[in-house]
């Protein structure tokens, strides 16, 4: 939840591996664990409610000389998403994404299939291989099943952005915001501010609106009008802004 755990080392609670920054802290956590039946429901909601996990992750100036790697959790950390939920997040966005809980297996994008009907369900119901994983999790840092993984490294790779701007799935997602921004109605600030809401959870900036208008310009007069030039710009704005390293981290 906070992207490093109390005890650095989780593949090795052992003499060999890291003591962990607030032992007191672990103990009254398995107690609380236990205590609670088991009940790792009751573990997250504690844990994400608490007021160290709503932290901002902003460096402030005192914190950076007193505990430059935030050991103390005296922030939240930035960290990228796992490639399970960047699916399932472009999936919401689009309004895609099938809450159904239980049943077979899917895959996504398989849109052409006529024997799998529901191929947006959550990335845990994924079909995953052993020794095998689907490109465009593989690429965000996923791993095969055949050994166990204790930690998944975080990595950002040229392959990444190349996904998130052609992989047919991403590509589908931004086409559904683009026919929502271009319906009809709204400005062309309002459709910004609509796309950054949500992609982003957050209003663009006075430099990012006239950031936009330069590029509708600029798009407009390298194609000279045309059909549905109005849709492709937005299909254009929304795969740069989904692609941004901002859509894809916990902040």
Do not use: C
Request: glycine fraction near 8%; aromatic fraction near 8%; hydrophobic fraction near 40%.
């Amino acid at each position: 939840f906070m992207g490093e755990g109390i005890v650095h080392t989780v593949e090795d609670f052992g003499s060999g591996g890291h003591r962990g920054t607030h032992p007191e802290l672990l103990d009254w956590l398995a107690v609380e664990l236990m205590d609670s039946g088991w009940d790792i429901k009751h573990m997250v909601s504690l844990i994400v409610n608490s007021s160290t996990y709503r932290q901002i992750s902003e460096m402030r100036p005192e914190l950076r000389a007193k505990d430059p790697e935030n050991a103390l959790y005296a922030r939240q950390n930035v960290r990228q998403i796992e490639a399970e939920f960047i699916q399932d997040n472009a999936l919401k966005m689009a309004g895609l994404l099938n809450y159904a809980q239980g049943g077979e297996h899917t895959i996504h994008g398989a849109e052409d299939n006529p024997y799998i009907d529901d191929q947006y369900r959550r990335a845990v119901y994924l079909l995953r291989r052993n020794n095998a994983v689907q490109p465009q999790l593989k690429v965000f840092g996923a791993k095969p099943r055949v050994a166990p993984v204790m930690e998944r490294p975080e990595s950002i790779t040229p392959l990444q952005a190349l996904a998130g701007l052609n992989q047919p799935m991403m590509f589908r997602v931004a086409g559904i915001i683009a026919d929502e921004v271009t319906a009809g109605g709204m400005t062309d600030t309002d459709k910004l501010q609509y796309v950054y809401r949500k992609v982003l959870a957050r209003d663009p900036s006075k430099e990012e609106i006239a950031f936009n208008r330069s590029a509708r310009k600029q798009f407009y007069a390298e194609r000279n009008g045309g059909n549905d030039i109005e849709r492709a710009f937005w299909l254009s704005q929304v795969r740069t802004i989904m692609n941004l390293r901002e859509a894809v981290v916990r902040v």
